[in-house]
């Protein structure tokens, strides 16, 4: 705050009612809080207010509000299935995500040494995602759903992609010809 005739800086915190749950008072033309110990999740509100020796106050400086999220988001890989033997080599892979805060769902592919084969992002939950690689063999799903807080959580699978049909059968040499009694 600049005034020459500052005398404090109240900074106030309420929770997501709107009740007062914290004030602090500093004096000096910058004045800095940490409040600790909110261990609720939610949204709360600060604002601050200037005051001079006069009792003159400011506080015309705009409520902010920040979100409280230690909580991790749910993750359910619906499909595919663990195991699940495909013949295809485009993915559908379909995950939902419980979280109040949700950003964001991260698919991604890697193959049998771990390198990523193909990943992309939903912005909602429940929806399919297609998803191909270039080869088959033995490959892991997984979805990782992120929230705005930070906090994450992963589940994955493993599939077996099969997409060529067994080559033709060839008789041996030895073989009796058709229509031959053995």
Do not use: H, K
Request: without cysteine; glycine residues 6%.
């Amino acid at each position: 705050a600049t005034d020459n005739s500052l005398a404090n800086i109240t900074i106030r915190l309420y929770n997501s009612t709107q009740d007062l749950i914290n004030t602090s008072t500093g004096t000096g033309a910058s004045y800095y809080i940490n409040f600790s110990g909110l261990t609720t999740n939610g949204v709360y509100y600060f604002n601050a207010t200037a005051t001079d020796y006069l009792n003159q106050q400011n506080s015309s400086i705009a409520t902010r509000s920040v979100t409280i999220d230690t909580i991790y988001p749910t993750i359910t890989l619906v499909t595919p299935t663990a195991n699940q033997n495909l013949s295809n080599r485009t993915i559908t892979i379909n995950a939902t995500s419980t979280d109040a805060n949700l950003n964001y769902i991260n698919f991604t592919i890697y193959n049998s040494t771990g390198s990523i084969v193909n990943s992309t992002t939903a912005s909602t939950s429940g929806a399919n995602t297609l998803l191909t690689v270039g080869t088959d063999g033995t490959f892991t799903v997984n979805a990782t759903a992120y929230d705005y807080a930070g906090n994450t959580n992963t589940t994955g699978v493993s599939v077996r992609v099969d997409s060529l049909a067994p080559d033709t059968i060839a008789y041996a040499a030895t073989a009796e010809a058709t229509g031959t009694n053995v």
